[in-house]
């Protein structure tokens, strides 16, 4: 079994920033890529970003490239999403989540985290 814990969450004026951190409790096969979700309510949660241990490979969701940025850090089990120029659309909780291999489907998922608030006001 595998714990996600996000953390980071808050509220931020329209073009400021935010940074997001997710601990894994271990490692194994099934945290070999790791992603951020978000979701609002009444939406489908989407794919934001993603990351794989091997390689450092990174995928990102078109509405975030170029203001966010994932990274890792291997020893701690953890990784980050570094938003900047946030809008008010990025409004959402933001979910961690981690799979052996990579992919943008939430229904692929096998561990998610509890979710952080990300509130964008403009």
């Known amino acids: 079994q595998v714990q996600l814990v996000e953390s980071g969450g808050g509220s931020v004026q329209a073009g400021g920033s935010l940074r997001l951190s997710c601990a894994a409790s271990?490692?194994?096969?099934?945290?070999?890529?790791m992603a951020w979700f978000r979701q609002v309510p009444g939406k489908e949660r989407e794919f934001v970003a993603g990351?794989?241990?091997?390689?450092?490979?990174?995928d990102y969701a078109d509405s975030v490239k170029g203001r966010f940025t994932i990274s890792g850090e291997n020893a701690k089990n953890t990784v980050f999403l570094q938003m900047n120029s946030l809008k008010p659309d990025d409004t959402a909780v933001y979910y961690c989540a981690s799979r052996r291999f990579s992919s943008t489907r939430p229904s692929e998922y096998s561990y998610w985290g509890q979710g952080t608030q990300v509130t964008v006001s403009s």
């Open positions: 271990r490692r194994t096969s099934s945290t070999d890529f």
């Open positions: 990351i794989g241990w091997s390689g450092l490979s990174t």
